[in-house]
């Protein structure tokens, strides 16, 4: 199983940007399919970004698409979420995570995941 830590949330203006990282070990890394998801307070944990096991497909939800990119970099073990143009509402807490049984396109369904960072803090002022 593969371990997850994500690094890179902190404290931004609206409109400001940031990068998440995802660093992960073990050995099934570039066998997952890694996805970020993210919970603000009084919500459930919502999809935001999934990319295939090459990176050569990605899957986004709705409210990011066209500002956050999601990429990975299998040498390095390492997944990257670029958040442009940040608003408020994507003030949260961000989890990477992986799974092995799932296609990029449905990681959405949060179903068969075998692994969870512990979560970074974005927070997005007005």
């Known amino acids: 199983q593969v371990q997850l830590v994500e690094s890179g949330g902190g404290l931004v203006q609206a409109g400001a940007s940031l990068r998440l990282s995802c660093a992960a070990s073990?050995?099934?890394?570039?066998?997952?399919?890694i996805g970020w998801f993210r919970q603000a307070p009084g919500n459930e944990r919502e999809f935001v970004a999934a990319?295939?096991?090459?990176?050569?497909?990605?899957e986004y939800a709705d409210s990011v698409k066209g500002r956050f990119t999601i990429s990975r970099d299998n040498a390095k073990n390492t997944v990257y979420l670029q958040m442009n143009s940040l608003k408020p509402e994507d003030t949260a807490v961000y989890y990477c995570?992986?799974?092995?049984?799932?296609?990029?396109?449905?990681?959405?369904?949060?179903?068969?995941?075998?692994?969870w960072g512990q979560g970074t803090q974005v927070t997005v002022s007005s």
């Open positions: 073990g050995s099934t890394f570039s066998s997952s399919v």
């Open positions: 990319v295939s096991r090459g990176g050569g497909f990605t």
């Open positions: 995570a992986a799974a092995m049984g799932v296609s990029a396109a449905t990681m959405g369904r949060q179903r068969g995941i075998d692994s």
